[in-house]
């Protein structure tokens, strides 16, 4: 069964720093691959998918993510955060097979908080 | 365009009790899954449907169970409430469900007390 993992699940950074999350996900084959963001009490946003072709993917709100094939990761990047972006960030994959249709399986999540 | 509609946003339900769920996914989405969310088990699959057929489903008992209309909108149902079905519960839809991005709702707070 594939799984996803994110093993950070707190992570404080200050206005301004850089910003990485983990992903890793266990699977025979190379899934489509997500991040989402969740603010307090609400739903999903999409940040950015990958599905093939260039390995950087760009997304909303200043937002790129790696994948890489050797290492099963996903990580997601952004070079200067701000305040708003705290919130919690889900990375969550899918089979590239035609009957997989929506069935996501996410990670646990990685909830950032921000300093002034 | 409007979003996904998730009705209603915040339930009280008792033990026991069956509670139904409603999803209007964004216009001309023909796939709509739903999803769990608890603090102990994070975000879990329940199940999906494309074109009123069920397409595939998560690893939940029977009691948790949908249907698809033919105009896309969805309903889930769980039937006997147990009070480990508290949760929020987010509805997603997407044009197809394949190779395509999904879009959530806002989710329904259910609490079964």
């Known amino acids: 069964a594939q799984s996803v993992t994110q093993p950070d699940i707190h992570i404080t950074v200050s206005e301004g720093a850089s910003l990485e999350l983990r992903c890793n996900y266990s699977y025979g084959a190379t899934p489509y691959l997500f991040w989402y963001v969740q603010s307090p009490g609400q739903g999903l946003q999409l940040l950015l998918k990958?599905?093939?072709?260039?390995?950087l993917v760009q997304g909303i709100k200043g937002f790129e993510a790696e994948f890489k094939r050797s290492q099963s990761s996903f990580n997601l990047r952004k070079p200067s955060v701000h305040w708003s972006d705290a919130a919690e960030y889900f990375c969550?994959?899918?089979?590239?097979?035609?009957?997989?249709?929506?069935?996501?399986?996410f990670g646990g999540g990685t909830r950032l908080m921000v300093k002034p | 365009k409007a979003g996904v509609t998730q009705t209603p946003r915040y339930l009280i339900k008792t033990r026991g009790q069956q509670v139904t769920l409603s999803c209007s996914p964004i216009s001309g989405h023909r796939s709509v899954s739903w999803y769990q969310q608890t603090p102990g088990q994070g975000l879990q699959f329940l199940f999906e449907y494309f074109s009123e057929t069920q397409r595939n489903k998560g690893n939940f008992p029977g009691r948790f169970s949908g249907r698809q209309f033919s105009n896309s909108r969805s309903e889930m149902n769980v039937s006997t409430l147990e009070l480990g079905d508290s949760a929020l519960y987010l509805c997603?839809?997407?044009?197809?469900?394949?190779?395509?991005?999904?879009?959530f709702g806002q989710g329904t707070r259910l609490t079964v007390v």
């Open positions: 969550a994959v899918v089979r590239p097979y035609n009957n997989a249709g929506n069935m996501l399986t």
């Open positions: 997603a839809s997407s044009f197809t469900g394949m190779n395509t991005e999904a879009f």
């Open positions: 990958y599905f093939s072709g260039d390995t």
